[in-house]
């Protein structure tokens, strides 16, 4: 006969084992891995070239992707691009040849981090004004509200009136609560309210 385990020691043996496989499989999780959408048949020979290749991939933004460089996208657009770039540098220009040359065939927005100028203020200065405005306007809704939560005092005839409300209705409530009293007591000796 197999003994068997208290439930609460099989559910601790599974979270020991859920944390020993993420102590092992951690670091690797976290180990430096190569740029994702480089393919081999891109690479260049020389080490030295592709190094320059690859900062240069880094520097430049997918235009169909828009949040990657062109080493991390798998776009076709982006594979043509890495292609150029390797052409480029094999050609013998530069690393700022070979950005300039694609800046200007894209625009400043294949730069992944564009030049400030009055062309890329929209990028440049957009995030930083619509967050001072979304606190501006946070800051009107709440001091408008503060406003709102202090009324006015009442004039005098309104607190008489308020207050012969009040009575009014605290006698009509004792009213209802003497007849629910009186209806109890009824029907303990077998009669109707």
Known sequence: MIPLVPARASAALAVWLVALMLGLAGPLLLAPTPAGAVMPDE????????????????????????????????????????ILVRKRLSQGDSNQE??????????????????????????????????????????????GRRGESAAAPLSPSEEARLQALLEAEDAAANGRHDDAANGRHDESRGGRA
Do not use: H
């Open 43 to 82: 690479m260049l020979d020389d080490p030295e070239m592709e190094a320059r290749a690859r900062d240069i991939g880094e520097q430049l933004r997918c235009v169909v992707c828009q949040g990657e460089s062109i080493d991390e996208s798998n776009a076709p657009l982006a594979r043509d691009m890495r």
């Open 98 to 143: 070979v950005i300039d040359y694609l800046q200007d065939r894209y625009g400043d927005f294949v730069l992944m981090k564009p030049p400030f100028k009055p062309t890329t203020w929209v990028l440049w200065l957009g995030p930083p004004l619509l967050l001072v405005a979304g606190g501006i306007g946070v800051a009107m809704y709440y001091r």
